[in-house]
């Protein structure tokens, strides 16, 4: 069975700080699919990226990073200058890469970016 | 386009009353899904439809029902619901695609429960 833990529930920085959510997963298979979310207080879940576990490539896109690393099975975020408008729960996911549609969610960690 | 739109936004209903949320999409995506999250939980999945087929329940109560009239339209009835069944109810939607499968969400719908 798959298990993501995101062990931060709540995180609060002050604007222009660097932020760092982390993602531990668990899982038997080999081949998955890995996940971040936003959600802010409108409720809307809004897709961020997504990861398969053969492509341990980091990524960039803007003030958003990702640390994909198998050897310690986390798959940690990263916002550079944090903004007010970052402020949302925060979702890390996981999928087994078949059929099966089922997101495997982590608890959410809230971030809170104070001006 | 990524958009899948969610009618109503707010409902607050009786315990005797019959609704329904209803979930929208045209990015022709095949597959369409129903969550529920209380607060600060993650969203818990209670349907899946596939090809406009119910290939997922997981073992929702029967008051909930849902209804996939065709590929872009997802219903969920609502009857005889308890107090406790108020959350945010988001609906999304996938490709179906086994290599490229994102499940997109909707605004999603607070129900209220009196």
């Known amino acids: 069975a798959q298990k993501v833990t995101q062990a931060q529930t709540e995180i609060s920085v002050v604007e222009k700080e660097d932020v760092t959510l982390d993602c531990v997963y668990e899982?038997?298979?080999?081949?998955?699919?890995l996940f971040w979310y936003k959600q802010p207080p409108s409720g809307e879940l809004v897709f961020l990226i997504r990861?398969?576990?053969?492509?341990?490539q980091n990524e960039i896109s803007g003030r958003y990073s990702w640390n994909f690393q198998k050897s310690t099975s986390s798959f940690n975020f990263t916002i550079t200058a944090s903004q007010v408008v970052d402020s949302a729960v925060y979702f890390c996911?996981?999928?087994?890469?078949?059929?099966?549609?089922?997101?495997?969610f982590g608890s959410g960690t809230r971030l809170l970016v104070r001006p | 386009d990524t958009e899948v739109t969610q009618t109503p936004k707010h409902l607050v209903m009786g315990m005797t009353n019959k609704k329904s949320l209803k979930c929208e999409q045209h990015?022709?995506?095949?597959?369409m899904y129903w969550y529920k999250q209380k607060a600060k939980k993650p969203p818990e999945l209670m349907f899946v439809?596939?090809?406009?087929?119910?290939?997922i329940n997981e073992s929702v109560p029967s008051r909930f029902s849902p209804e996939c009239p065709n590929s872009s339209l997802l219903n969920l009835h609502l009857h005889a619901l308890q107090p406790e069944d108020s959350a945010l109810y988001l609906c999304?939607?996938?490709?179906?695609?086994?290599?490229?499968?994102?499940?997109?969400f909707g605004p999603g719908t607070r129900l209220t429960v009196l």
């Open positions: 899982t038997r298979d080999t081949t998955y699919y």
């Open positions: 999304a939607s996938s490709p179906r695609d086994r290599t490229t499968d994102t499940q997109y």
């Open positions: 990015m022709g995506h095949r597959a």
């Open positions: 990861r398969n576990s053969f492509d341990e």
């Open positions: 996911a996981s999928r087994r890469m078949d059929s099966s549609y089922k997101l495997i």
């Open positions: 439809y596939s090809y406009e087929k119910l290939s």
